[in-house]
């Protein structure tokens, strides 16, 4: 199945079973014509410390994001700083998430669809860090095509695999299927017909821009380069474009 092919498979279920949610997306400061849309901190003390803790967090994501592409080129036998090249410039989002409280009825379709909080897809980008509560309810696609909770863990961050990095790699990385759903039960109902808020925050990680990605080398020497070289940006502008 083609980029294109999967994006409006995605937008037919986006249409028949809407996300629940709402997000603020935040970019590396100084991309010129594309400015992040702050607050007004002008005498606003919570607007001022909400832009230096968002500015702080995504510097920290995006130093997480070098070492956790190191890690993946130790993992495949390449020289551990190969990828810093790509992601020094942090052409990065990070996304606020919101799900609102929803009554449990929503959940009790009856034509047949099965309503979700955030459809099944794949990120566009190399990876994905995700920091979610406790609320539950991620669900990653296995090998085999059954949904396994990602049980939230206090302290960790989920890590996917984009399909940017899936390219890359020739496909040797597959990227991450997954999906947010109804909140799992709990050990004693208490009768409630409100599933309460949920909120969690994404950090997508893309290679620089203007960088091309082409194969990793080790990955096509005896099948072959299945993909094109292509600008990063360009790539992602693709997708997005293909989607909404």
């Keep these: 199945m083609t980029d294109l092919e999967e994006?409006?498979?995605?937008?037919?279920?986006?249409?028949?079973?809407p996300d629940l949610k709402e997000s603020l997306e935040i970019g590396r400061e100084g991309e010129?014509?594309?400015?992040?849309m702050w607050p007004d901190v002008e005498g606003d003390e919570d607007a001022?410390?909400?832009?230096?803790?968002?500015?702080?967090?995504?510097?920290?994501?995006k130093d997480l994001h070098v070492?956790?592409?190191?890690?993946?080129?130790?993992?495949?036998?390449?020289?551990?700083?190969?990828?810093?090249?790509?992601?020094?410039?942090?052409?990065n989002t990070l996304r606020l998430l919101h799900y609102p409280g929803v009554p449990k009825s929503v959940f009790k379709r009856t034509d047949g669809q099965v309503q979700v909080r955030a459809g099944e897809h794949s990120d566009y980008g190399s990876a994905t860090l995700l920091f979610?509560?406790?609320?539950?309810?991620?669900?990653?696609?296995?090998?085999?095509?059954?949904?396994?909770?990602?049980?939230?863990?206090?302290?960790?961050?989920?890590?996917?695999?984009?399909?940017?990095?899936?390219?890359?790699?020739?496909?040797?990385?597959?990227?991450?299927?997954?999906r947010v759903v109804e909140p799992p039960p709990k050990e004693k109902d208490d009768g409630t017909e409100t599933y309460p808020p949920r909120?969690?925050?994404?950090?997508?990680?893309?290679?620089?821009?203007?960088?091309v990605i082409e194969a990793i080398p080790g990955t096509y020497e005896e099948?072959?380069?299945?993909?094109?070289?292509?600008k990063t940006g360009e790539y992602l502008i693709k997708r997005l474009t293909a989607t909404y």
């Design 199 to 211: 909120y969690s925050i994404a950090y997508f990680c893309n290679a620089n821009f203007e960088r």
């Design 32 to 36: 010129e014509g594309m400015p992040n």
């Design 132 to 178: 979610q509560d406790a609320r539950g309810g991620l669900q990653v696609r296995s090998p085999k095509g059954t949904f396994v909770n990602a049980t939230p863990i206090p302290g960790t961050i989920v890590v996917n695999a984009g399909d940017l990095l899936a390219r890359w790699s020739n496909d040797t990385i597959r990227s991450t299927k997954h």
């Design 48 to 61: 001022r410390v909400f832009k230096e803790v968002m500015q702080e967090f995504f510097g920290t994501c």
């Design 223 to 230: 099948t072959g380069k299945k993909y094109e070289g292509i």
């Design 7 to 17: 994006a409006g498979d995605v937008e037919k279920l986006r249409e028949a079973v």
């Design 67 to 91: 070492q956790l592409m190191r890690a993946i080129a130790l993992g495949m036998g390449i020289d551990e700083k190969w990828f810093d090249g790509f992601t020094d410039v942090g052409d």
